[in-house]
C-alpha cells in the first residue's frame, strides 16, 4: 500500500498564485496579509520581486473564477488560492454570487488539474468575516498551508 501526504517542508520550490477580491478589502487585505505570512515562513519568497509568487486583484468574488482559471492553465503556477469575502445583505445576492464563486473555483481545479484553494469567507455579517481574518484568527494562513500542502501532495501523486 501506498500513502501519499502532502508535506509542509518542501514549499521553496512551490510557485503560487493568489486571486484576491476587492470588495470587502477590509477583509481580503487581512486574508492576504495573513496568507502570505504563512507562505513565506515555510520558505517562500513573498518579496515584490518573487518569481515564486503572483497576486492578481479582481473586483469581486464573482470575478475569482476567471482569473483564477488564467492563471491556471498558464503552466506557471502548481497552485492558485483564491481569497474573497461575501457578506449576507437584505437581498438574494448573497446566495447568487457565493453560488457561482463556489462552483467555478471547484470547476477551474477539476478542469485544469491545478489546486486551487477555495479562501472565500462566506458570513452573515462583517463581525464575522473580520473575526475570520484576523480578530480571532486569521484563516488567509490556513489558506497558505492548504496550498503548500495541496502543491506538495500534487507533485508526490503519480503521472
Not at 22 to 38: E, I, P, Q, W
Not at 47 to 68: K, M, R, T, Y
Not at 76 to 92: E, F, H, K, M, S
Request: glycine share 10%.
Amino acid at each position: 500500500m501506498t500513502v501519499f501526504e502532502g508535506r509542509f517542508t518542501e514549499a521553496s520550490g512551490l510557485r503560487v498564485a493568489v486571486v484576491v477580491a476587492r470588495f470587502n478589502d477590509l477583509v481580503t487585505d487581512k486574508l492576504l496579509s495573513g496568507c502570505l505570512d504563512c507562505l513565506f515562513r515555510h520558505g517562500i519568497d513573498t518579496s515584490p520581486s518573487s518569481s515564486q509568487l503572483d497576486v492578481a486583484w479582481v473586483p469581486g468574488s464573482f470575478e475569482i473564477p476567471l482569473v483564477a482559471q488564467r492563471l491556471a492553465v498558464s503552466g506557471r503556477y502548481q497552485v492558485v488560492i483564491t481569497l474573497g469575502a461575501v457578506i449576507r445583505g437584505d437581498t438574494p445576492h448573497f446566495d447568487v454570487v457565493v453560488a457561482e464563486v463556489s462552483k467555478g473555483v471547484a470547476a477551474v481545479a477539476r478542469d485544469t488539474g491545478v489546486p486551487v484553494i477555495f479562501g472565500v469567507l462566506t458570513t452573515d455579517t462583517l463581525q464575522q468575516a473580520l473575526e475570520r481574518a484576523g480578530i480571532k484568527s486569521n484563516l488567509g494562513w490556513n489558506y497558505g498551508l492548504e496550498a503548500i500542502e495541496m502543491g506538495s501532495l500534487m507533485a508526490a501523486l503519480p503521472g
